[in-house]
């Protein structure tokens, strides 16, 4: 399994790194053809995409640092650089959507005529190349946060270009100049929108809350089935990132129990926990009459 999730790993990097050679390409150039055309959603449209090869560019250095070995001044590895990824990747997002849509009001009051032809024609071409990375990401973006981010910046390029085609189309054929500001800002509101919810999981888990399909109050109950228990308390459940999940506790014993006794206590609540829970890292710390707060939830 090891080796797999290794060659796996390493084939999302190469795609990764194939996806920004070709974002640089398209924002290029969107940049040239929307200085040339006069299209501020072409323009929108390539700075969108210049972020994003930023945004990808950071996806790619933390998947590298990601896999980094853990050390003495970094007992954790560089394992939530990937969270910290997203976490950016989700507020530019919504910096870059909200600069968007104030030029675009500026632009709608004083429309200008724009060469529809080479917009269209310039929208083709990123259409045809977010596609590809957009394909090229789908399978890792389901099982990985930052990879998840750089397939929502991708995604939402290649709707953007559609927009701008759909823009270019109505521009060249009806003169409806006005046009461009509206799909600019609709593109805009789609960027804010993916990326607040972006936002909001990445920082969930950088905040280490407790992950939204996990209820404290059962993890109680069930561990407090193991007869040897007495009470469960002091609890803190995160996520490191998104494969570990950590469970810490302060576990209250009906009777002294020797060392040994005490860890088939604890295989049976790693088991139990990781089976009902998915929770796979438990750190527990045994008391017998300790006169502490038996509280679940403490703040130190």
């Not at 957009?134 to 890792?140: F, N, P, T």
């Not at 995604?155 to 270019?168: E, K, W, Y």
């Amino acid at each position: 399994m090891g080796a797999e999730h290794q060659h796996s790993s390493s084939l999302s990097g190469k795609r990764l790194l194939f996806s920004i050679l070709l974002n640089v390409g398209i924002t290029l150039a969107q940049f040239i053809g929307g200085i040339i055309s006069g299209s501020l959603s072409l323009l929108s449209d390539a700075l969108h995409n210049f972020t994003d090869v930023i945004s990808l560019v950071i996806s790619y250095i933390a998947h590298k640092m990601a896999k980094k070995n853990a050390s003495i001044s970094r007992t954790f590895g560089y394992k939530r650089a990937e969270i910290m990824a997203a976490f950016v990747n989700a507020a530019s997002l919504i910096v870059i959507a909200i600069i968007l849509i104030k030029e675009a009001i500026v632009r709608f009051y004083e429309p200008q005529v724009i060469n529809s032809t080479l917009v269209i024609w310039l929208a083709i071409v990123a259409i045809l190349g977010n596609g590809l990375s957009v394909l090229l990401m789908k399978k890792d973006s389901q099982s990985n946060l930052n990879m998840r981010s750089a397939y929502l910046h991708l995604f939402t390029d290649m709707l953007a270009s559609i927009a701008v085609l759909i823009g270019g189309l109505f521009m060249k054929y009806y003169q409806l100049y006005w046009i461009d500001s509206i799909l600019t800002i609709m593109i805009a509101v789609y960027l804010i929108v993916v990326g607040y919810k972006l936002l909001k999981s990445s920082f969930k888990i950088l905040m280490l809350y407790t992950p939204t399909d996990i209820d404290v109050k059962k993890v109680v109950a069930k561990v407090c089935e193991i007869p040897a228990v007495k009470n469960i308390h002091h609890i803190h459940i995160w996520s490191l990132n998104e494969d570990e999940i950590h469970l810490e506790a302060h576990l209250d014993l009906h009777e002294n129990i020797s060392v040994t006794s005490f860890d088939v206590v604890l295989q049976k609540i790693e088991k139990l926990v990781n089976k009902e829970f998915n929770i796979n890292h438990v750190t527990i710390q045994p008391e017998h009459n300790k006169p502490d707060s038996k509280a679940i939830i403490i703040q130190d």
